[in-house]
């Protein structure tokens, strides 16, 4: 079942969100209206709060998970991730957070603590420590990842149509008629 509950918290789906059967999502999740979660991911907010904005797509085989509270993290980190976010394939995130129209390049990881400002492009394999801070406006690269330089306009409009993308192409799943199993 892709839609588990853990210790007394059950996934919350927003109006018109997909999450694909393969997928498994668990524990304290929010999941916006509009967002797709596409075949083999997993959302795993088994110690800590994982919320997901609205027309933000998390592709194929992405692992999303927290950092739990302890003795060298007292609070932890929840995973916050913001509107029309685009998570390429294979991406790990760990207790960051992600703010709105942003796109994780495939096979990224973005580490426990990282905060990631609005309108950024993260090249593909880039490596976001942990605790680092992205700056809005500019492409990364990298492992570790260094600013690269300016997103240009044509690539800052590159954010809304790629989320707009992602909601046709989940609503022609759910045409088909896709149902979450009960």
Same mark, same amino acid.
């Given at each position: 079942?892709?839609?588990?509950?853990?210790?007394?918290?059950?996934?919350?789906?927003?109006?018109?969100?997909? &999450?694909?059967r393969?997928?498994?999502v668990?524990?304290?999740?929010?999941?916006?209206?509009?967002?797709?979660?596409?075949p083999?991911?997993?959302?795993?907010?088994?110690?800590?709060?994982?919320?997901?904005g609205?027309?933000?797509?998390?592709?194929?085989?992405?692992?999303?998970?927290?950092?739990?509270?302890?003795?060298?993290?007292?609070?932890?980190?929840?995973?916050l991730?913001?509107?029309?976010?685009?998570?390429g394939?294979?991406?790990?995130?760990?207790?960051?957070?992600?703010?709105?129209?942003?796109?994780?390049?495939?096979?990224?990881?973005?580490?426990?603590?990282?905060?990631?400002?609005?309108?950024?492009?993260?090249?593909?394999?880039?490596?976001v420590p942990?605790?680092k801070?992205?700056?809005?406006?500019?492409?990364?690269?990298?492992s570790?990842v260094?600013?690269?330089?300016?997103l240009?306009?044509k690539e800052?409009?590159?954010?809304?149509y790629s989320?707009?993308?992602? &909601?046709?192409?989940?609503?022609?799943?759910l045409?088909?008629?896709?149902h979450?199993p009960?």
């Amino acid at each position: 079942m892709a839609i588990r509950s853990f210790q007394h918290h059950t996934p919350r789906l927003g109006e018109r969100a997909f &999450v694909d059967r393969s997928a498994v999502v668990l524990g304290d999740v929010e999941i916006g209206a509009d967002s797709s979660v596409w075949p083999l991911t997993v959302i795993r907010g088994d110690m800590h709060r994982i919320r997901i904005g609205a027309r933000t797509s998390v592709q194929d085989g992405s692992v999303l998970h927290i950092t739990h509270a302890g003795p060298f993290n007292p609070d932890g980190f929840p995973l916050l991730i913001g509107d029309e976010v685009t998570i390429g394939h294979k991406v790990m995130l760990h207790g960051c957070t992600l703010g709105n129209r942003i796109l994780v390049g495939m096979g990224s990881t973005i580490m426990d603590g990282a905060i990631v400002e609005d309108e950024v492009i993260i090249g593909a394999g880039s490596l976001v420590p942990p605790g680092k801070r992205l700056e809005g406006g500019f492409l990364y690269v990298g492992s570790p990842v260094k600013q690269a330089r300016a997103l240009t306009e044509k690539e800052r409009a590159f954010f809304p149509y790629s989320a707009g993308n992602y &909601v046709k192409l989940k609503d022609q799943h759910l045409a088909e008629g896709y149902h979450l199993p009960e």
